[in-house]
């Protein structure tokens, strides 16, 4: 069983950084495609970020340039780098991994709230 943790939400100023970080269990980080999810209240959960097993990148238009995927397949660790938040940033953002040989089998973690606030 692939297991996902997220850490690093927390309460942030606009335009202030925060690192997220995914924790993945039970297999090998190398060839999962994976991504970072956000939901914010009464809205659908929205694709951020996707990093492949090759490196490749995608955005979503509201965080490009500002946020960054990045991975570690040694340590297993997928990160989100989120700079100039601002309040519409504001979400539970959840890890999610697909096998690039299966991407119908979806990974989730349990998301960490990041909010976005004077």
């Known amino acids: 069983q692939v297991q996902l943790v997220e850490s690093g939400g927390g309460l942030v100023r606009p335009g202030g950084s925060l690192r997220l970080t995914c924790e993945v269990a039970?297999?090998?980080?190398?060839?999962?495609?994976m991504a970072w999810y956000r939901q914010a209240p009464g809205k659908e959960r929205e694709l951020v970020a996707a990093i492949t097993i090759g490196r490749t990148t995608n955005y979503g238009d509201s965080v490009k340039g500002r946020f960054t995927i990045s991975r570690d397949n040694a340590k297993n660790t997928v990160f989100l780098q989120m700079n100039s938040l601002k309040p519409e940033d504001t979400a539970v953002y959840y890890c999610?991994?697909?096998?690039?040989?299966?991407?119908?089998?979806?990974?989730w973690g349990q998301g960490t709230l990041v909010t976005v606030s004077s």
């Open positions: 039970g297999f090998p980080l190398s060839p999962l495609t």
């Open positions: 999610n991994a697909k096998p690039f040989y299966n991407i119908a089998i979806n990974y």
